[in-house]
């Protein structure tokens, strides 16, 4: 790769954005130039596909936190092949940089790339969120759905921890019923816990409606591939933890991720709204700090029976005067 090209060059290979046709790398190649949407992909395309990511291994190596080394975070790509085997390569090499700038596998889980057209998107999943929250302040996430035979009750007017009651019915999903809510909440290390996000059926069905752009092309072109088609109730968890910052204070790094998701909700550049490595770890330093500084504020008073250190006095003891013994005469 010229050195000449900077990381922004090589995100926009081939996807018509780049300011210059002639700053495309000659060594590409040709067939990941210009990949057809066709929906048979071949062994030797999946492993071309792999062989010209592996030319970024600094870029992956340097965006990749120091708990997920590159070999972990390639094999799950090599699972997602096929699928980026059918995208541009530029969006295929943002969508999985912006993946690995958040610290975040695309195993289906905490992340996914998915397919949208000949681009690929990194959709970070509810699990990816909750992974980010604990990394701050948070100690914990609550993500549940209920379904129709569950006993449910939700007062948000009532005092924490009698504004929501959720006994699921006993046996399996298919025996409770459909889904009908999905909640979520947060515990934070001081034991205490937020307000409930609480979404119906109709809300996310409204979210999806009005800030799916790949939902919205999707029923244009009468397809059912995308995101909200296949992975309804996952969206609907994801949608619930998005709206937890109404009522918990997010970290940098959050709140970076629900850029990142909205940029591809619009089908923008997502790699550019993760945070730097470097300023990342500054920012996540500070925060701790904070936390520290906060903590210190709420500690209890100190022992009453504990030894006091020596203070220094500004001004000397003044001496007692001396008694006269009993029986003994002062000098006249």
């Not at 990511?53 to 070999?71: G, V």
């Not at 089908?267 to 904070?290: F, N």
Request: net charge neutral; hydrophobic share 40%.
């Amino acid at each position: 790769m010229p050195a000449t090209l900077s990381l922004k060059d090589k995100v926009r290979i081939a996807t018509g954005t780049a300011p210059d046709p002639a700053a495309t790398p000659a060594d590409v190649p040709d067939q990941l130039a210009d990949i057809k949407g066709t929906e048979q992909v071949t062994p030797p395309m999946n492993q071309t596909v792999m062989e010209w990511l592996e030319r970024y291994n600094d870029e992956f190596d340097d965006a990749l936190p120091s708990h997920i080394d590159r070999s972990t975070f390639f094999a799950a790509v090599r699972s997602l092949l096929p699928t980026l085997a059918k995208c541009t390569p530029a969006s295929a090499l943002d969508a999985l940089l912006a993946c690995a700038r958040f610290g975040l596998v695309p195993d289906g889980r905490h992340a996914a790339i998915a397919r949208e057209g000949k681009l690929a998107r990194f959709i970070p999943m509810a699990q990816g969120y909750v992974d980010l929250m604990c990394r701050g302040e948070v100690q914990s996430v609550v993500v549940e759905v209920v379904r129709e035979k569950d006993d449910f009750t939700w007062v948000p007017t009532a005092p924490l921890g009698k504004d929501l009651v959720h006994v699921p019915a006993r046996g399996m999903k298919s025996e409770r019923g459909e889904a009908t809510h999905v909640y979520a909440f947060v515990w934070f290390r001081n034991g205490n816990r937020s307000r409930a996000v609480v979404l119906d059926r109709e809300d996310a069905e409204e979210i999806r409606d009005e800030h799916s752009r790949a939902y919205q092309e999707a029923v244009a072109e009468g397809r059912d591939d995308s995101f909200w088609h296949r992975f309804f109730i996952q969206m609907w968890m994801k949608s619930a933890v998005r709206r937890l910052p109404k009522y918990v204070r997010m970290s940098a790094e959050v709140t970076a991720l629900m850029k990142a998701d909205e940029a591809g909700q619009a089908g923008q550049l997502q790699s550019y709204c993760a945070p730097d490595p470097e300023a990342a770890a500054l920012v996540a330093d500070a925060e701790e700090a904070h936390a520290a500084a906060e903590a210190s504020q709420d500690a209890a008073p100190p022992n009453p029976t504990t030894r006091r250190l020596p203070v220094k006095r500004s001004q000397p003891r003044r001496k007692a005067p001396r008694r006269a013994r009993r029986g003994r005469k002062t000098p006249a």
